[in-house]
């Protein structure tokens, strides 16, 4: 029995095999065909025809039979035909390419693997500051900025769109996208009105479009609106608060434009603010003005979507508050020194300086010691010693002075401060010197009758003792002669001299230290 087993076990696998192939060819993909045939054949051929020679002949009978079962039971075979299938067929994907050299192009390739998805690539930002250039009878001309962002990829270009007023059907105005940012839409029909929009395209997807909020009429302007803005107006506009602002600005435009004003980008509040339109002028009126009317107003005037613009700064500035924390910091001498905090309210104006003031206690009148002082500290001199102070500070803005000033808590009391003079040491010096003569007798001639004088200068210390002699006789106390000396100047004054007192004269000068001695000649002539 085991040896008849054997056979029909393996007659019934070869039926089965062949029997669902035929119903298997549209099921399997090319690939899968030329993996199989292969298989087969060197797998069961020689195993099966030593099988039916010996044992029966009426097996192939029973395979024929069994051919249609598969028919019936269709659930039952079809996991166990997989599975015979693919069992081999792994096994033949190695043995035949090693074992009979198979050519490597017949084996299943490999099926490659899914790529990763690549990040899509946003589209570029919304176009910019659309606006109306030009309106004609049958045009309208379109300026626009580029988009700020434009991807990785660059811009193809831009499609204009416009729909008629009442309809939601947009129509593309230009058949392919050009990059010019201003376009002129033409052949169109005076009258209508028109909604008009702007794409930016690239090739990573199409912007958000840039829309005219109000619709386009067809309609010639003649002259394109335009604001004439007052020169004082350009910049920021300043006025106190309680006074009034009236403000007039002409415009231009034909047809009649349209205007609009708005504050910080929100309408006006007609309680406070009064606007007056003409044909060529708006007036701007604010009876009192307060610092809730500062900001900055719009102004834009219209003509079918053809508008120009132009923005007022308006401050309303009153008094500041005074400064805060004022101290008085330190005092020394005629000296004192101040600082503060600067005020809570500046008035809505920037702050220009702090004036500093100053009251003697005697008189109680403030004195101005400092204007426009910038800096928040300060330092006050030449006070009069005895005499107590106090001090205050205002600050300044461009409408003037605070109302109130912060006064320091404390007085300055300047004290008499005592000085001892301490004189200046100088060093010892040897001022001892002998005699000595700088400038000496010089012969002289006279006439008798004549008095005369004789000089001569001398330097020495202690200050030397002066001895006049007349050929080597000392003159003593002799009413013809008279010897004086100062500041070291040596005089001996000959009174009517006469021959007989012509000799030779000698100033000698001595003090401890030693003497010095100088000569002169005198001649005493006859009268002729």
């Known amino acids: 029995m085991t040896g008849k087993t054997a056979p029909a076990a393996a007659k019934k696998a070869p039926a089965s095999k062949k029997a669902p192939a035929p119903k298997k060819e549209p099921a399997h993909t090319p690939k899968e065909e030329p993996a199989h045939t292969p298989k087969e054949e060197p797998a069961h051929t020689p195993k099966e025809e030593p099988a039916h020679t010996p044992k029966e002949e009426h097996a192939p009978a029973p395979a024929a039979e069994t051919a249609p079962a598969p028919e019936h039971h269709p659930d039952a075979e079809q996991p166990a035909a997989p599975a015979a299938e693919h069992a081999p067929a792994h096994e033949a994907e190695a043995t035949p390419a090693h074992e009979e050299g198979s050519p490597p192009a017949e084996a299943p390739a490999p099926e490659p693997e899914p790529e990763p998805e690549k990040p899509k690539e946003e589209p570029p930002s919304i176009p910019l500051s659309l606006a109306v250039e030009e309106v004609t009878e049958n045009s309208v001309t379109l300026t626009w900025k580029a988009p700020e962002q434009t991807g990785k990829s660059s811009l193809d270009g831009y499609v204009v769109e416009i729909c008629k007023d009442g309809s939601t059907d947009w129509t593309a105005v230009n058949k392919e996208p050009f990059l010019s940012t201003r376009y002129k839409i033409q052949d169109l029909s005076s009258g209508e009105k028109v909604h008009v929009r702007v794409k930016a395209i690239s090739a990573s997807g199409t912007s958000v479009p840039a829309t005219l909020e109000q619709p386009i009429l067809i309609r010639e302007i ?26 007039l600005i002409p415009f231009q435009g034909k047809p009649q434009p349209q205007v609009t004003w708005t504050k910080d980008n929100q309408p006006l509040d007609t309680s406070r603010v009064n606007i007056r339109n003409t044909e060529k002028d708006t007036i701007f009126f604010i009876r009192t003005a307060q610092r809730s009317d500062s900001g900055k107003y719009q102004l834009a005037v219209r003509i079918n979507g053809a508008e120009d613009k132009a923005i007022l700064d308006i401050r309303v500035i009153e008094r500041p508050s005074p400064p805060q924390n004022l101290k008085l910091v330190d005092v020394w001498g005629f000296n004192v020194a101040l600082e503060w905090s600067p005020p809570a309210d500046n008035g809505n104006s920037e702050i220009k300086g702090y004036t500093v003031q100053k009251s003697d206690k005697k008189s109680g009148k403030w004195f101005t010691v400092l204007e426009r002082c910038t800096r928040t500290s300060c330092t006050i001199s030449d006070l009069i010693i005895g005499n107590t102070y106090s001090f205050r500070v205002f600050s300044e803005n461009a409408c003037g002075l605070s109302e109130t000033a912060a006064v320091a808590s404390g007085v300055a009391h300047i004290k008499k401060t005592k000085t001892v003079y301490q004189p200046q040491k100088i060093p010892e010096r040897d001022m001892m010197e002998p005699p000595k003569f700088t400038q000496p007798l010089t012969d002289r001639a006279t006439t008798r009758g004549y008095s005369t004088h004789l000089f001569c200068s001398v330097r020495g210390f202690p200050q030397p003792k002066i001895i006049w002699m007349k050929n080597k006789m000392e003159i003593r106390e002799d009413p013809k002669y008279i010897a004086m000396i100062e500041q070291g100047v040596c005089s001996l004054e000959i009174r009517k001299p006469s021959p007989f007192d012509a000799g030779v004269y000698t100033c000698k000068a001595v003090n401890p230290l030693g003497e010095a001695s100088v000569d002169c000649k005198l001649d005493v002539k006859m009268p002729k």
């Open 222 to 247: 003649t002259d394109l609106p335009r604001i004439r803005l007052p020169r004082q107006l350009r910049q920021v506009y300043v006025r106190h608060v309680g006074e009034a602002v009236n403000l």
